[in-house]
C-alpha cells in the first residue's frame, strides 16, 4: 500500500508543479495586463518547465525501462551510431516538412487564431533543426534499439534496408497525431488565456453567474495549457514518448469529428444542438439561489474535466498510448473526462427547454445531445481498444469495472432486488 501511494504521489507531483507554474504565470499576467497571444505561450512555458523539471530531477523518469535508453552500458562511440543517426535525421526533417507543406494545403490554417499557430510553429523550424542534430547523435548512442520509426522512414527515403514498414505506419501515425492536435492547442490558448487575464476582479465576483464563467474559462486555460505542453514535449528522456498510436479507423473518425475542421458540433453543423436553446444563466435569471447551484456544478464539472487533463503531466495527448494512468480522477472511473465534458454540456444548455416553446426544438436538441454523448462512450471504447493489448491496462480495466463508480452504478441499476413479501391482512 505505502509503495503504490508513494507512486500514486510522484505520479500527482508533476502536475502540481505545473500547476503552481501556471497559477505564477497567471498573477503576473494579470499583474502586468498581460494579455496578447505571445505571453500565452510564455504562460505554457512556465507550466511545462517546472513539469520537465520535476520530472529530471524528482521523479528521474529517464531512468524508467520504457524509455528505452540503456544507462546501464557504456554511451556507444560515435562510430558506431553516426549512420544511423544520419538516416534518421534525413527521415525526421523529412516528416517535419511533409507537416509543413500539409499545413500550407489546408485552408483552415491560415484563417482565425490558427493563423498564430502557424506564425508558433513556422518560428520553432531553425530551433528545431539545430537542436535535433546534438539531441539524435546523442540519444542513439544511449538507446537499446535505434532503429525507430524515424529512421525506418529515412531508410525508405535513400534506398536503404532498414525500411521497416510497421515501423513507418507507427511513425507517421504517431506524427500525424502531434501534427494535428499541437496546431490545435497553440490556437486556441491565447483566446483562453486572454478571458482570464482581462476579466477585473470586481466583474469576477459581481455575482454567481460571473463568478462561474471566470472560473470555468480558468480551469480550461489549465485544459488546454496541460494539453499544449503534453503535445510538444514527445521526448524519450522524459518518459512522454508516444508508444503507439490507434490503428483503428473508427478510433480517428471518432475523435477527429469532435475538433475542427472536421467538427460536426459546431454551429450550423449537423449536431448543432443549440438551436433555440438559452444558456442556465438565462432561464435561472431572477432565481439567484438555483444561479449559485448549477454554477457551482458546472465549476465542479469543469474541475473535473481539467483534473482528468493534470493527472497526464507532460503525457497527454489524443489517440495515443504514452502510458497508463491510475491515479487523479482516474482512481474512480476510466474516462473522467468526457463524463464531465458531457454532464457540463446537458446541464448548461439544457437541451430540454427551448425559448421557442416548439416541441420539436426540444426533441431535436435533446436527440442531437444524445447522439454527441454517444459519439464520445464511442471514443472511450475505441480508446480502451487501443490500450488493451497492455497488460498494465487490462489490470486497471478489470480492476475498474469491478470497483469503478460508474460500473457499480449501472450494476446498482441493473441488477434485480427481491421482490419484498407484504402479509396478507
Given at each position: 500500500?505505502?509503495?503504490?501511494?508513494?507512486?500514486?504521489?510522484?505520479?500527482?507531483?508533476?502536475?502540481?508543479?505545473?500547476?503552481?507554474?501556471?497559477?505564477?504565470?497567471?498573477?503576473?499576467?494579470?499583474?502586468?495586463?498581460?494579455?496578447?497571444?505571445?505571453?500565452?505561450?510564455?504562460?505554457?512555458?512556465?507550466?511545462?518547465?517546472?513539469?520537465?523539471?520535476?520530472?529530471?530531477?524528482?521523479?528521474?523518469?529517464?531512468?524508467?525501462?520504457?524509455?528505452?535508453?540503456?544507462?546501464?552500458?557504456?554511451?556507444?562511440?560515435?562510430?558506431?551510431?553516426?549512420?544511423?543517426?544520419?538516416?534518421?535525421?534525413?527521415?525526421?526533417?523529412?516528416?517535419?516538412?511533409?507537416?509543413?507543406?500539409?499545413?500550407?494545403?489546408?485552408?483552415?490554417?491560415?484563417?482565425?487564431?490558427?493563423?498564430?499557430?502557424?506564425?508558433?510553429?513556422?518560428?520553432?523550424?531553425?530551433?528545431?533543426?539545430?537542436?535535433?542534430?546534438?539531441?539524435?547523435?546523442?540519444?542513439?548512442?544511449?538507446?537499446?534499439?535505434?532503429?525507430?520509426?524515424?529512421?525506418?522512414?529515412?531508410?525508405?527515403?535513400?534506398?536503404?534496408?532498414?525500411?521497416?514498414?510497421?515501423?513507418?505506419?507507427?511513425?507517421?501515425?504517431?506524427?500525424?497525431?502531434?501534427?494535428?492536435?499541437?496546431?490545435?492547442?497553440?490556437?486556441?490558448?491565447?483566446?483562453?488565456?486572454?478571458?482570464?487575464?482581462?476579466?477585473?476582479?470586481?466583474?469576477?465576483?459581481?455575482?454567481?453567474?460571473?463568478?462561474?464563467?471566470?472560473?470555468?474559462?480558468?480551469?480550461?486555460?489549465?485544459?488546454?495549457?496541460?494539453?499544449?505542453?503534453?503535445?510538444?514535449?514527445?521526448?524519450?528522456?522524459?518518459?512522454?514518448?508516444?508508444?503507439?498510436?490507434?490503428?483503428?479507423?473508427?478510433?480517428?473518425?471518432?475523435?477527429?469529428?469532435?475538433?475542427?475542421?472536421?467538427?460536426?458540433?459546431?454551429?450550423?453543423?449537423?449536431?448543432?444542438?443549440?438551436?433555440?436553446?438559452?444558456?442556465?444563466?438565462?432561464?435561472?435569471?431572477?432565481?439567484?439561489?438555483?444561479?449559485?447551484?448549477?454554477?457551482?456544478?458546472?465549476?465542479?464539472?469543469?474541475?473535473?474535466?481539467?483534473?482528468?487533463?493534470?493527472?497526464?503531466?507532460?503525457?497527454?495527448?489524443?489517440?495515443?498510448?504514452?502510458?497508463?494512468?491510475?491515479?487523479?480522477?482516474?482512481?474512480?472511473?476510466?474516462?473522467?473526462?468526457?463524463?464531465?465534458?458531457?454532464?457540463?454540456?446537458?446541464?448548461?444548455?439544457?437541451?430540454?427547454?427551448?425559448?421557442?416553446?416548439?416541441?420539436?426544438?426540444?426533441?431535436?436538441?435533446?436527440?442531437?445531445?444524445?447522439?454527441?454523448?454517444?459519439?464520445?462512450?464511442?471514443?472511450?471504447?475505441?480508446?480502451?481498444?487501443?490500450?488493451?493489448?497492455?497488460?498494465?491496462?487490462?489490470?486497471?480495466?478489470?480492476?475498474?469495472?469491478?470497483?469503478?463508480?460508474?460500473?457499480?452504478?449501472?450494476?446498482w441499476l441493473t441488477e434485480k432486488r427481491p421482490a419484498v413479501a407484504v402479509a396478507a391482512e
Open positions: 500500500v505505502e509503495d503504490v501511494l508513494m507512486f500514486i504521489a510522484r505520479m500527482s507531483g508533476v502536475g502540481v508543479a505545473g500547476l503552481a507554474g501556471l497559477a505564477l504565470a497567471v498573477i503576473v499576467g494579470r499583474w502586468t495586463g498581460a494579455n496578447g497571444p505571445l505571453a500565452s505561450m510564455c504562460a505554457v512555458v512556465a507550466c511545462g518547465l517546472p513539469m520537465v523539471l520535476w520530472s529530471v530531477f524528482v521523479d528521474k523518469v529517464w531512468k524508467n525501462p520504457s524509455t528505452g535508453l540503456d544507462w546501464a552500458r557504456p554511451l556507444r562511440a560515435h562510430d558506431e551510431t553516426r549512420e544511423i543517426s544520419m538516416v534518421k535525421l534525413a527521415g525526421l526533417w523529412a516528416t517535419w516538412g511533409a507537416i509543413g507543406a500539409a499545413y500550407c494545403i489546408g485552408r483552415w490554417y491560415w484563417d482565425g487564431s490558427y493563423l498564430f499557430a502557424m506564425r508558433i510553429l513556422a518560428w520553432s523550424v531553425p530551433f528545431l533543426i539545430v537542436a535535433s542534430v546534438p539531441y539524435i547523435f546523442w540519444i542513439d548512442r544511449r538507446l537499446s534499439e535505434p532503429k525507430d520509426g524515424a529512421y525506418a522512414f529515412g531508410a525508405w527515403l535513400l534506398g536503404r534496408e532498414g525500411a521497416d514498414r510497421d515501423k513507418i505506419v507507427e511513425h507517421w501515425r504517431s506524427w500525424t497525431i502531434k501534427g494535428f492536435f499541437l496546431a490545435f492547442m497553440i490556437s486556441i490558448v491565447p483566446g483562453n488565456w486572454r478571458q482570464v487575464i482581462e476579466t477585473g476582479a470586481a466583474d469576477i465576483v459581481s455575482g454567481p453567474v460571473s463568478l462561474a464563467a471566470w472560473l470555468v474559462g480558468l480551469l480550461f486555460l489549465i485544459d488546454v495549457t496541460f494539453a499544449t505542453v503534453g503535445y510538444a514535449l514527445t521526448v524519450r528522456p522524459l518518459d512522454s514518448h508516444i508508444r503507439s498510436g490507434n490503428p483503428f479507423v473508427s478510433g480517428w473518425v471518432a475523435a477527429l469529428i469532435c475538433y475542427p475542421p472536421f467538427i460536426l458540433m459546431n454551429g450550423d453543423g449537423p449536431l448543432d444542438y443549440h438551436q433555440n436553446t438559452a444558456q442556465w444563466d438565462i432561464w435561472f435569471a431572477g432565481y439567484p439561489v438555483l444561479l449559485w447551484a448549477f454554477g457551482a456544478v458546472l465549476v465542479l464539472l469543469t474541475a473535473i474535466y481539467a483534473w482528468a487533463t493534470v493527472a497526464f503531466g507532460i503525457r497527454f495527448s489524443n489517440l495515443t498510448h504514452r502510458g497508463i494512468l491510475t491515479h487523479g480522477p482516474y482512481r474512480w472511473t476510466r474516462h473522467p473526462a468526457y463524463l464531465s465534458k458531457n454532464a457540463f454540456w446537458w446541464i448548461s444548455t439544457l437541451p430540454f427547454l427551448a425559448v421557442s416553446g416548439n416541441p420539436v426544438d426540444m426533441v431535436r436538441n435533446t436527440a442531437i445531445l444524445a447522439v454527441i454523448s454517444a459519439i464520445y462512450y464511442w471514443r472511450a471504447r475505441t480508446e480502451e481498444a487501443h490500450l488493451m493489448p497492455d497488460p498494465d491496462y487490462r489490470a486497471y480495466h478489470e480492476w475498474m469495472e469491478r470497483n469503478g463508480l460508474v460500473p457499480r452504478f449501472v450494476r
